[in-house]
Every structure is written in C-alpha cells, then in structure tokens.
C-alpha cells in the first residue's frame, strides 16, 4: 500500500465536529488533526482539546487507535487547561483514558509551558529538535520548530500536509504580543524556517480564522499579508511589538 493511500488524515473542527454543546469550542474554532496509517492503525491526535473522548471514539470508530499526541503549543485552547477562568479538556484527560498510551510529543522549548498549564509530567511527554521525525505506523511526521507565538511552536509535514498550530493561518499569523511571543522570532520562522515548505503543500492552521479550512502554501504565500513586507525592518514596523 503506498504512503498516500495508508495515510489517515482528518481534519476536526471544534464546537462543530465534536464538543457541539461547548460554547467556548464554537467560540474559539480550533481545529484538532488525527493522522494515522491505515494498516497499522495507530493514529496521533494533533493539539486535543475540548472533546477529548469523542475523539479517541472518532478516531476508533476509523479503525484507528491513538498512541501519541503532537502538541504544537502549550496554549489551553490547544492542551486543555484553563482558558480566562473556563476549563478546557486536554492532555491530562488524554493521559487518563483507560487503555490510551499516549506520549505527548512537543518541541524541547515548550516542555516547561505545556507541563504549567496541563499538569503533565517529564515522564509523559517526548522532547524534540526541530528535524525531528516521528513515524506513525509507517508514515513520517516532519517536525518543524517555528517560535514567535510561543518559544517552542511547531508544525508538523506529513506527505504534503503542513500542520501548523497557531504559527501560520490562511490570512494573518499567531500573536506574539502574547507571554513567550517574540515577533523577530516569528518572521524568522515564517520567512526562513517554512521557505523550505513547498507552494503545493497543503496548509493545515490551528483555527478557522479564514472562510477555507486549509489552502496551499503557494496560494498562502500570494495572499496572505504577513507574507507583504520585503525586509525584516517592514515586517516589525508592522506586526512588532
């Protein structure tokens, strides 16, 4: 079977898709990815939150199993945590569902934030480098360091597939006003660490922030206004701090 037809992908849209009764899901529209291999059926969740038993069910009722989590930050609408006095479900709820083994997978710079707001321990999570790869069955996750929204942001590229969390959306990119955010270190990340990422990879954000829920990096690239500026100078004057 070839990596393009083993490779399970779902795109899940909170408040919509699951946790249809959470007004602070259809509030903060995230988005929550399972990526998997189809013959193995193992599958990891991508930033879960809000709904975290429908979707191990979701990714069950597949045929798939989860057995890891890819967290790309730390920030409670994304981890679980409380999110300006509401409790959000999470990786704790994750860790806790009977016969889920789920590492949590995040970038070395991020561990300190996601274990404060989560409550997750060393032992619960898996540190990495940006190159990274993690394999899901037989499909090879890419992971990607991108800080600016957080210090340890990151994507993740899985054939053709660009996850991006909160670093870049179809129109606009992740706050660095916000603790931890650094808006040199955001330019750097969009401007030098994805130029690698091909224009027909598809992008996949981290909320619906656009009236499409993903689109190619080419066309992201040509519309999107982060993208305008033609120095590092033009890109602070506008989006720095």
């Given at each position: 079977?070839?990596?393009?037809?083993?490779?399970?992908f779902?795109?899940l849209l909170?408040?919509?898709?699951?946790?249809?009764?959470?007004?602070?899901?259809?509030?903060?529209?995230?988005?929550?990815?399972?990526i998997g291999?189809?013959?193995?059926?193992?599958?990891?969740?991508?930033?879960?939150?809000?709904?975290?038993?429908?979707?191990?069910?979701?990714?069950?009722r597949?045929?798939?199993?989860?057995t890891?989590?890819?967290?790309?930050?730390?920030?409670?609408?994304?981890?679980?945590?409380?999110?300006?006095?509401?409790?959000?479900?999470?990786?704790?709820?994750?860790?806790?569902?009977?016969?889920?083994?789920?590492?949590?997978?995040?970038?070395?710079?991020?561990?300190?934030?996601?274990?404060?707001?989560?409550?997750?321990?060393?032992?619960?999570?898996?540190?990495?480098?940006?190159?990274?790869e993690?394999?899901?069955?037989?499909?090879?996750v890419?992971?990607?360091?991108?800080?600016?929204?957080?210090?340890?942001?990151?994507?993740?590229?899985?054939?053709?597939?660009?996850?991006a969390?909160?670093?870049l959306?179809?129109?606009?990119?992740?706050?660095?006003?916000?603790?931890?955010?650094?808006?040199?270190?955001?330019?750097?990340?969009?401007?030098?660490?994805l130029?690698?990422?091909?224009?027909?990879?598809?992008?996949?954000?981290?909320?619906?922030?656009?009236?499409?829920?993903?689109?190619?990096?080419?066309?992201?690239?040509?519309?999107?206004?982060?993208?305008?500026?033609?120095?590092r100078?033009?890109?602070?004057?506008?989006?720095?701090?």
């Amino acid at each position: 079977m070839a990596d393009s037809d083993r490779l399970y992908f779902r795109q899940l849209l909170a408040g919509r898709d699951f946790a249809t009764h959470d007004p602070v899901a259809r509030q903060m529209v995230n988005f929550v990815y399972l990526i998997g291999d189809r013959e193995t059926g193992e599958a990891m969740v991508v930033d879960p939150a809000y709904g975290v038993g429908e979707l191990v069910d979701l990714a069950g009722r597949d045929g798939l199993r989860i057995t890891g989590a890819l967290i790309t930050h730390y920030h409670p609408d994304h981890v679980g945590g409380d999110l300006m006095g509401y409790p959000i479900e999470g990786v704790r709820e994750l860790l806790a569902v009977d016969g889920v083994n789920a590492p949590l997978h995040v970038q070395r710079p991020e561990a300190a934030g996601l274990k404060r707001v989560t409550g997750a321990s060393d032992s619960d999570l898996v540190l990495h480098d940006s190159g990274d790869e993690v394999t899901i069955g037989s499909i090879p996750v890419r992971l990607v360091h991108t800080p600016g929204h957080t210090p340890g942001s990151q994507c993740f590229l899985a054939n053709g597939r660009l996850v991006a969390g909160d670093t870049l959306f179809l129109e606009g990119c992740g706050r660095t006003d916000l603790p931890g955010g650094d808006p040199e270190a955001m330019y750097e990340s969009l401007t030098q660490r994805l130029a690698a990422i091909p224009d027909d990879t598809v992008l996949y954000p981290g909320h619906l922030y656009s009236p499409e829920p993903s689109a190619t990096m080419g066309e992201t690239r040509a519309r999107n206004y982060v993208f305008r500026p033609r120095s590092r100078d033009q890109w602070l004057t506008m989006f720095g701090i």
